[in-house]
């Protein structure tokens, strides 16, 4: 096959940007269009220049986002979402200013304005599905396809080597794996590949001797090259890599980072120095003001359903024992820092001593009247969504452990503070799983730890939807809640 063949949008690629930038700017405002003459609102002006604003705001947030870089090796889910996020931040902030402007001031309200971003967001993933859907069947006939090689050897190589293989949307063919120290296994596989006439590559080839992938790409006849050498090899990686800039290769070097705990690793630019955070932030950009704003319109829906049951649980804690209604008590946030979260009062003793660890157990003696009904059905836990309200808390995410089992945890499990990069939730993976309550044993917690770090690292607005309706059908109360 043809280099030209292999990849004929990459030299047009500043265009099909283009292109796609102008796409999506007039189906935002055809979407507009139609929705307001669908309603009969408005001047036609009014919708072109409140659609051209909304556009604008689109191409702002998804620079930022980068919606418009090539996704050839990601999965079409990663880029809705994406799209998604943007269009959300974008229709939100016109949302938000939209009604000072004299401009179609009809189309944002309910329910004009969800015709709208429901449309706009239809068109916008329309077309990417059937872009996307269109390069699958030509690179699937040989057109706009990349040809890779791996160097290495080892599982790094492997992993690295079957991720290509099975990204089968990206058009990547797999040459295989280039290493001068390859086994005697190895060395026998490229002798007997050598006496067949015609070879079939699979994700277990050999392909040659680093000399060999030189040859290979100075003669064109490979596109991409990952390096996947473990870290104590940096003298042949750079060694490795004078050579192939004389190539036109695009070289990629692929990290042995899956010795470490990642979470939401990604690479970062220095003032001109690469590098590469093996420890993240799970929400940043667009995914921060999504979570924030998931949070304030969910513990505000919630709050106006459950004003009248909180009231006559305050009034039934009063009622039942001495003390006050709330509870108060230090607990981690966001990044370590400590805040005070909001609790029904269950015992009639209120400790709040934060190097002294007491949990609630079965039978507690300390449990008021109603106290262990509150606790048993987590109704105690009402009152956190003014910390949601605050920003102290999130309605899902790790539950805040007190400040002395931190300091004991800490110590004893790995990645036990990683839980801290996200805000606390009111109720998380960890409690719908039945991982709560009282942790007398370290491979509780550990079980507990397991699935938050899970949660952190797959975050996703439908994951947190699903927590939410688990915990109001199935409740977390558990056996360990007591």
Not at 97 to 123: C, D, K, R, V, Y
Not at 191 to 196: A, D, F, I, V
Request: net charge positive; aromatic share 12%; hydrophobic share 45%.
């Amino acid at each position: 096959m043809s280099i030209e063949a292999r990849g004929w949008i990459k030299p047009h690629s500043s265009k099909f940007t283009f292109l796609a930038r102008c796409l999506d700017s007039a189906l935002v405002v055809i979407s507009l269009w139609c929705v307001m003459q669908f309603n009969g609102f408005g001047s036609e002006s009014d919708s072109i220049a409140l659609g051209l604003l909304a556009a604008l705001l689109l191409q702002f947030v998804g620079e930022f986002a980068e919606i418009y870089r090539s996704w050839r090796s990601e999965t079409v889910w990663s880029e809705a979402k994406q799209v998604l996020y943007c269009w959300f931040a974008s229709f939100s902030v016109l949302l938000l200013f939209g009604g000072f402007l004299p401009l179609g001031n009809e189309i944002l309200e309910w329910p004009a304005f969800m015709q709208w971003f429901s449309s706009s967001l239809l068109f916008l993933l329309g077309w990417r599905l059937l872009a996307r859907s269109l390069l699958y069947r030509l690179r699937a006939n040989g057109f706009n396809t990349r040809r890779v090689a791996v160097v290495g050897n080892s599982d790094l190589a492997k992993e690295t080597a079957r991720r290509l293989v099975s990204c089968t949307w990206g058009g990547y063919s797999f040459a295989g794996f280039y290493d001068d120290r390859q086994t005697q296994a190895q060395a026998r596989h490229k002798y007997l590949e050598k006496r067949r006439c015609k070879r079939s590559i699979s994700i277990d080839e050999y392909a040659g001797e680093l000399r060999d992938l030189i040859r290979e790409t100075r003669a064109g006849r490979l596109d991409s090259v990952f390096i996947a050498l473990p870290m104590s090899a940096e003298a042949r990686i750079q060694k490795l890599i004078q050579k192939l800039s004389n190539s036109t290769a695009s070289v990629y070097v692929i990290p042995d980072l899956f010795t470490f705990e990642l979470l939401h690793s990604r690479s970062v630019n220095l003032n001109g120095i690469p590098a590469i955070g093996v420890i993240g932030e799970p929400h940043r950009g667009v995914q921060s003001l999504l979570k924030r704003a998931e949070d304030v319109i969910g513990a505000l829906l919630i709050l106006s359903l459950i004003a009248i049951p909180m009231l006559l649980i305050a009034c039934a804690v009063k009622a039942t024992s001495k003390g006050p209604v709330f509870f108060l008590q230090l607990r981690y946030g966001l990044d370590g820092k400590p805040f005070k979260v909001w609790k029904f009062r269950t015992m009639t003793v209120c400790e709040n001593n934060p190097t002294e660890i007491r949990q609630a157990q079965r039978n507690d003696k300390r449990l008021t009247p109603i106290g262990g009904f509150l606790r048993r059905t987590s109704l105690d836990e009402l009152p956190q969504f003014f910390n949601v309200l605050q920003g102290s808390m999130s309605i899902v995410g790790p539950r805040p452990h007190a400040v002395a089992h931190n300091e004991l945890y800490r110590e004893q499990i790995q990645g036990y503070m990683l839980r801290h990069k996200i805000k606390p939730g009111i109720t998380g993976w960890a409690q719908i799983n039945g991982w709560r309550g009282e942790t007398d044993t370290l491979e509780k917690m550990q079980k507990r730890i397991e699935y938050d770090l899970h949660y952190i690292r797959h975050w996703s607005l439908l994951w947190d939807i699903k927590i939410v309706l688990k915990t109001i059908f199935k409740g977390f109360g558990g056996k360990n809640a007591y």
